[in-house]
């Protein structure tokens, strides 16, 4: 890093003296030779630069291809993922189409009709025929895009209830995460920031007199079953937050005072992703940075096994960066094994009138779960 900044520190003065020589030498010359208009030489050279430009940006983005193409997310996880991708990577082929060819277009003309002596420029008003083709093409392709993509969004963002999906609330502050599930019941029970009571473990304010919320429960590791559909209620207790689960193609604001909600179905289980050739590419890599870690002794250089992660994609402070929760996503059995060994809410809520509620549930099934000691 210092070297660097020595590095551009040089640059910059070495670009200062030239300025100032050029300052220099415009003071000497004499006035009646104006040499401020450019001659033959001059735009021919500028000609010639425009296209070392174009070779530039066009290496450059080859470049960037190759070598940076393998830091891409892997294959989407989720049912909508797929679509989502296709979209994004039909609007990049656009642009990258377009871009290629005008780019290419804007700097052979610039060279090709560089001004010369006795060059004269044509002209003319209008062409109809001209601005109707360069008009009527970004039409159609834009409006194409917009409306692929606004169905898209729409059926992304239809959260319903069909298809029995479980519903998992996801808590954000600074600078944390925390999941609840609905329990046996798979229904949340009411909370409010103004009910939080941390002398009583409830961090997540639930209403201790809603039975709905009894059977809650509160997590720090987001499990999910493979192939169920997931609709996730967001809150957050501090400022703004986004839930974001890149692999899942997903993300939502968390925004103080409300509840937000997105929904998807994971479709690819932890174990599976794993053998991804993508994942296991990328696990190899940051294995081999981490070994050259542990030779040097640098903390945080253990061999890293790749999971699924929830972060939060906005700034909300000075951990933000740190602001992550681990997902697994499992097959139903799995889950269902996980999720009867966590304590319900009831459980882990320390109160002296619980007792009575939970005996008031109404109607659900809710047998007192063996404790698991662990
Ligand atoms: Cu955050």
Known sequence: MTALLTLTVL??????IWQMTKIFELSQMKTAENTEIANDSDNKYNGYLLFMFLIFIYGITIFSFAKYTKVLLPEASS????EYDQLMWVSFAIIFFVQTITQALLH?????YRGEKGKKALFFADNDRLEFIWTIIPVIVLAGLILWGLYTWTNIMDINDE????????????????????????????????????????????????????DDIIVKELHLPVGRKVNFMMRSQDVLHSAYMPHFRAQMNCVPGMITQFSFTPTVTTEEIRLNPDVVDKVKRTNAIRAEWAAEGKPNSEPWVFDYVLLCNKICGKSHYNM????????????????????????????????????TSDGVDVEPETEVVD
């Open 11 to 16: 640059v910059l003065v070495g670009i200062a």
């Open 79 to 82: 049912a909508h993922g797929g």
């Open 163 to 214: 298809d029995d999906p479980l519903i998992v609330e996801l808590y954000a502050q600074q600078f944390n995460w925390t999941a609840r599930y609905g329990g046996q019941d798979n229904v949340l029970g009411d909370a409010s920031v103004r009910l939080i009571d941390i002398d009583k473990a409830n961090v997540l304010g639930l209403d201790e007199s809603d039975p709905n919320a009894e």
């Open 324 to 359: 992550q929760m681990k997902i697994i996503v499992e097959t139903e059995e799995e889950f269902n094994k996980w999720l009867a060994e966590q304590k319900t809410f009831k459980e882990t809520v320390i109160g002296d009138d619980s007792e009575q509620a939970f005996n």
């Open 108 to 112: 052979y003309f610039g060279y090709k």
